[in-house]
């Protein structure tokens, strides 16, 4: 069984934003704290997989460096990079579905 996140692009200003919602979800996510060395051990430790993270509403402005979807995205695709078959990354960018 997959487990499976969304989180409203269109929702998240903040690196909070997009931890608040994952906590939301995910509510274990909080003992490991509201940054990109916690996500990553989470994703590599903590979390039930396989995993499919969709991202609704995602403006391509949103992944430009010193955004803050920029480096949370970038953890998610290193973990995906590294197991494939366990990470799933699926984007909607304003209404297009990509990768």
Known sequence: MMFTLHFDCREIKTRDDFYQQLCQQYP???S???NL???WDWLTGELPLPLTCHFHGLNRQQLKAGQPLAAIV???REAQAEQRDLYHIV???D?????
Do not use: T
């Not at 209404?95 to 990768?99: A, M, R």
């Open 37 to 39: 060395d916690g996500l």
């Open 91 to 93: 984007v909607d960018y």
């Open 95 to 99: 209404g297009d579905v990509g990768e």
């Open 74 to 76: 970038d953890v998610l």
């Open 28 to 30: 274990a996510y909080y």
């Open 32 to 34: 490991f704290g509201y």
